[in-house]
């Protein structure tokens, strides 16, 4: 099977299993993805298959997610127990792995990482946390900020951007923050103020 054949294949699994809304904003992330990784000099199948493949778990329900984790082993952070939502990109990684035998750790990784971050990501992880941000489908006032990071800082300054968003967001909303979210902005704050 050749890339196109395998994509078509990961198309049609979750046009089948997900909501008309959440595929139109996974087919945003996947042609991102691609854009961004064309633009950068990273692979571009790997970075369209991890964008098609990112929420893949997003409309598993609290319980499903927490059952996944369990089967799994996975050590879960209080956190984590207390809003399980915060499990599904790493729950899709695994998701991806089972159903579509991907053995690469680098597509599993982005999958994996796409939502909360992590403190040095790799260039294809940190493609993925960004276009899971500006994506076409996304609102324009979100969207923008990120992107006038994006061209002016780079992919450090744009995922600090996507960070601010996001606490504002959970603050707001009066939910759980992820340690993860907190140690992805601060590292890569830094990285931004002493201009690495």
């Known amino acids: 099977m050749n890339t196109l054949e395998f994509i078509d294949k990961i198309k049609n699994h979750l046009k089948s299993n997900l909501s008309a809304r959440r595929f139109v904003h996974i087919q ?5 993805a ?3 990784a064309n633009q950068h000099g990273v692979n571009e199948d790997q970075a369209e298959i991890a964008g098609w493949l990112h929420d893949i778990a997003k409309e598993f329900n609290n319980q499903e997610l927490i059952n996944k984790a369990n089967e799994e082993g ?3 952070i209080e956190e984590e127990k207390d809003s399980p939502h915060l499990l599904h990109a790493k729950i899709g990684a695994i998701v991806a792995r089972e159903l579509f035998q991907i053995e690469d750790p680098v597509i599993l990784s982005a999958i994996a990482q796409h939502t ?3 403190p040095n990501m790799n260039r294809l992880e940190e493609i993925i946390f960004i ?4 994506e076409p489908s996304r609102p324009e ?3 923008e ?3 006038k990071s994006l061209e002016e ?5 744009a995922i600090v951007t996507c960070c601010q968003q996001t606490l504002k967001e959970i603050l707001v909303k009066k939910a759980t923050i992820h340690p993860l979210t907190i140690h992805t902005y601060n590292y890569y704050v830094n990285k931004v103020s002493k201009g690495l």
Do not use: C, M, N, Y
């Open 28 to 32: 945003g992330v996947a042609k991102t």
């Open 34 to 36: 691609r854009e961004l």
């Open 74 to 76: 996975l050590e879960l």
């Open 116 to 118: 909360l971050g992590k």
């Open 131 to 134: 276009a899971d941000s500006i």
């Open 141 to 143: 006032v979100w969207r």
């Open 145 to 147: 900020g990120i992107i």
């Open 153 to 157: 800082k780079g992919f450090e300054g």
